[in-house]
């Protein structure tokens, strides 16, 4: 008898946990947002973060990026290709020649990660990289979505900027910055040079080290090679040196778009 | 010297009999685990996240063993009347504290060691990368661990357990924020003539008493490869050998004058 009362109510215990989490869940359909994108919105000041760490902010680096990686992934699997599939539905002019590949030029999911990536995206990564300035990765996350993805190239600027200043030993920060510097900004040989010196003296790189790219860009220049070439070295360089093939493939099919049409001299 | 063994040794069987040390190890890994299942997502920084994350996790778990386990190890005592069986066998009360906490740093030092060991096997199973060196920042967690058991012995012989586990959590918190926030006020400009400066002289002040735990936070150099001079080991050797000498003397002292019916 007693055996019974007990299972009796612990089967009451699980039913009443149930109907509570359902009600959870409704309760939160009603209140029309989900707690995890406000979130999104704020973060705290940096150096009130590194307290609130406790001495673990590398801890808290990695969950943000995490979180940022999530949310990337969120904007353009989930809501992007959903707006996409709005688009094509509906007809227009969205939907006409626009495949689920990002395309440089006019597509739905690249206006979808400008509108609602890119205002949490350099907010983040400039919290992960104060949080954890020896993070190698952040910053050239952050020069390369900043640049190709939100063509921002201050922003894109001030993460390498960032990267010389905590990671001076690394290679990628000096090399990707004459990278802007001649492409970007058609800024003279004699600005460019000193970014390859150092990127060539550094002594540690994120992913890959030592690499010979940056020792022939330099010697490219210093050789007064033409800029056709050395906008070969740079591009190879700067292809081999990403890991992602995606990314990869994205950024070969925008230098063929740049070749076309001729916005910057290579 | 040989009563203070043996009275280290019971309190180590005991600890080790004690239930809440293996629900804390079946947490430990746990967050181990949460660390690998994350890693998948971190894109190419999938070593970094399980040792970011195990260390964390490490780092807690040492602390749920000092605090929840330090704080009755004499209070307990002094509650059940044991602790008159042990004075009248000619034990006196510096041999007894001592043992005590001999005892649970051993248990202590087992239980980093054997995380250290499945945190180890976990990364090199799911990275392929052994890491032997992962041993030092462990053993600063260990050392940093052993402050917070002599804060909680003190503690728990000044007031009631809850109370003492407060005291003892909010030690912790003060020695980890205390580094950043003093850092942040250095920074200010003529701090002197700015609100801040009444609360900067009084963290200052208060640095002497509250022990200055970040020096023993060592996760972030061992991930990222920082190579950290000898000089920095010994000054923080020092630094802990003194600290936790000067919380012993008083703990030893409290515990001399303390009325035990």
């Given at each position: 008898?007693?055996?019974?009362?007990?299972?009796?109510l612990?089967?009451?215990v699980?039913?009443l946990?149930?109907l509570?989490?359902?009600?959870r869940s409704?309760?939160?359909q009603?209140?029309?947002?989900?707690?995890?994108?406000?979130m999104?919105y704020?973060?705290p000041?940096a150096?009130?973060?590194?307290?609130?760490?406790l001495?673990?902010s590398?801890?808290?680096?990695?969950?943000l990026?995490?979180?940022?990686i999530?949310?990337?992934?969120?904007?353009?699997v989930?809501?992007?290709?959903?707006?996409?599939?709005?688009?094509?539905h509906?007809?227009?002019?969205?939907?006409?020649?626009?495949?689920?590949?990002?395309?440089w030029?006019?597509?739905?999911?690249?206006?979808?990660?400008?509108?609602?990536?890119?205002?949490v995206?350099?907010h983040y990564l400039?919290?992960i990289t104060?949080?954890?300035p020896?993070?190698?990765?952040?910053?050239?996350?952050?020069?390369?979505f900043?640049?190709?993805?939100?063509k921002n190239?201050?922003?894109?600027?001030?993460?390498?900027?960032?990267g010389?200043?905590?990671?001076p030993?690394?290679?990628?920060f000096?090399?990707?910055?004459?990278f802007?510097?001649?492409?970007y900004?058609?800024?003279?040989?004699?600005?460019v040079?000193?970014?390859?010196?150092?990127s060539v003296?550094?002594?540690?790189?994120?992913?890959?080290?030592?690499?010979?790219y940056?020792?022939?860009?330099l010697?490219?220049?210093?050789h007064?090679?033409?800029r056709e070439?050395i906008?070969?070295?740079?591009?190879?360089?700067?292809?081999?040196s990403?890991?992602?093939?995606?990314?990869?493939?994205?950024?070969?099919?925008?230098f063929?778009?740049?070749q076309d049409?001729?916005?910057?001299r290579? | 010297m040989?009563?203070?063994?043996i009275?280290?040794?019971t309190?180590?069987?005991?600890?080790i009999?004690?239930?809440?040390?293996?629900?804390i190890?079946?947490?430990?890994?746990?967050?181990?685990?949460?660390?690998?299942i994350?890693?998948n997502?971190?894109l190419?920084?999938?070593?970094?996240?399980?040792?970011?994350?195990?260390?964390?996790?490490?780092?807690?778990?040492?602390?749920?063993?000092a605090?929840?386990i330090?704080?009755?190890l004499?209070?307990?005592?002094i509650?059940s009347?044991?602790i008159?069986?042990?004075?009248?066998?000619?034990?006196?009360?510096t041999?007894?504290?001592?043992g005590?906490f001999?005892?649970?740093?051993?248990?202590?030092?087992?239980?980093?060691?054997?995380l250290?060991?499945?945190?180890?096997?976990?990364?090199f199973?799911?990275?392929?990368?052994a890491h032997?060196?992962?041993?030092?920042?462990?053993?600063?967690?260990?050392l940093?661990?052993?402050?917070?058991?002599?804060i909680a012995?003190?503690?728990?012989?000044v007031?009631?357990s809850?109370?003492?586990?407060?005291?003892?959590?909010?030690?912790y918190?003060?020695?980890?924020?205390m580094?950043?926030?003093?850092?942040f006020?250095?920074?200010?400009?003529?701090?002197?003539?700015?609100?801040?400066?009444?609360p900067?002289?009084?963290?200052?002040?208060v640095r002497?008493?509250i022990?200055?735990?970040?020096?023993?936070?060592?996760?972030?150099?061992?991930?990222?490869?920082?190579?950290?001079?000898?000089?920095?080991?010994?000054?923080?050797?020092l630094?802990?050998?003194?600290?936790?000498?000067?919380?012993?003397?008083?703990?030893?002292?409290i515990f001399q004058?303390?009325?035990?019916?």
């Amino acid at each position: 008898m007693k055996n019974v009362r007990i299972i009796i109510l612990w089967l009451l215990v699980i039913l009443l946990l149930v109907l509570a989490d359902y009600f959870r869940s409704v309760s939160l359909q009603e209140r029309g947002f989900s707690p995890e994108q406000e979130m999104l919105y704020r973060l705290p000041p940096a150096e009130l973060m590194n307290v609130l760490a406790l001495g673990f902010s590398p801890v808290v680096a990695d969950y943000l990026w995490i979180k940022l990686i999530l949310k990337t992934g969120q904007s353009l699997v989930l809501e992007g290709y959903q707006e996409h599939l709005e688009a094509e539905h509906a007809g227009g002019e969205h939907a006409h020649g626009v495949a689920f590949v990002p395309d440089w030029k006019d597509s739905v999911i690249v206006h979808y990660l400008e509108k609602n990536l890119e205002p949490v995206f350099f907010h983040y990564l400039d919290r992960i990289t104060d949080l954890d300035p020896q993070f190698a990765y952040p910053y050239i996350t952050g020069f390369t979505f900043e640049l190709f993805h939100f063509k921002n190239r201050e922003k894109s600027k001030y993460f390498l900027q960032k990267g010389m200043r905590n990671l001076p030993d690394y290679w990628e920060f000096p090399f990707y910055y004459g990278f802007i510097a001649y492409f970007y900004e058609q800024q003279p040989d004699s600005v460019v040079i000193p970014y390859l010196v150092r990127s060539v003296n550094a002594t540690k790189g994120a992913r890959v080290f030592n690499p010979d790219y940056p020792k022939t860009m330099l010697q490219a220049f210093l050789h007064k090679l033409s800029r056709e070439k050395i906008s070969y070295f740079y591009i190879q360089g700067l292809l081999e040196s990403i890991g992602d093939e995606q990314l990869k493939n994205q950024m070969i099919q925008y230098f063929k778009q740049l070749q076309d049409s001729q916005s910057v001299r290579y | 010297m040989k009563k203070m063994l043996i009275i280290a040794e019971t309190t180590l069987k005991e600890t080790i009999r004690n239930k809440i040390l293996y629900n804390i190890l079946l947490f430990a890994v746990f967050i181990f685990f949460l660390g690998i299942i994350i890693g998948n997502w971190s894109l190419g920084e999938q070593e970094r996240v399980i040792l970011d994350f195990g260390l964390t996790g490490l780092h807690l778990i040492a602390l749920l063993i000092a605090i929840f386990i330090g704080i009755h190890l004499v209070a307990r005592e002094i509650q059940s009347r044991t602790i008159y069986n042990t004075l009248s066998k000619s034990v006196t009360r510096t041999q007894f504290l001592l043992g005590k906490f001999c005892g649970l740093a051993v248990v202590l030092l087992f239980n980093l060691l054997l995380l250290a060991i499945v945190l180890n096997l976990l990364v090199f199973l799911f990275t392929g990368q052994a890491h032997p060196g992962i041993l030092v920042p462990v053993m600063f967690i260990y050392l940093e661990m052993l402050i917070i058991i002599a804060i909680a012995i003190l503690f728990s012989m000044v007031t009631g357990s809850t109370l003492a586990s407060i005291l003892t959590i909010a030690v912790y918190i003060a020695g980890h924020m205390m580094g950043p926030v003093l850092q942040f006020l250095e920074k200010v400009e003529e701090i002197e003539h700015t609100p801040l400066y009444l609360p900067y002289l009084i963290i200052r002040g208060v640095r002497f008493i509250i022990p200055d735990l970040g020096v023993f936070v060592m996760i972030d150099e061992y991930i990222h490869g920082v190579a950290l001079s000898e000089a920095f080991y010994g000054f923080t050797l020092l630094y802990f050998l003194l600290y936790l000498t000067a919380i012993l003397v008083i703990g030893i002292m409290i515990f001399q004058k303390k009325d035990l019916k």
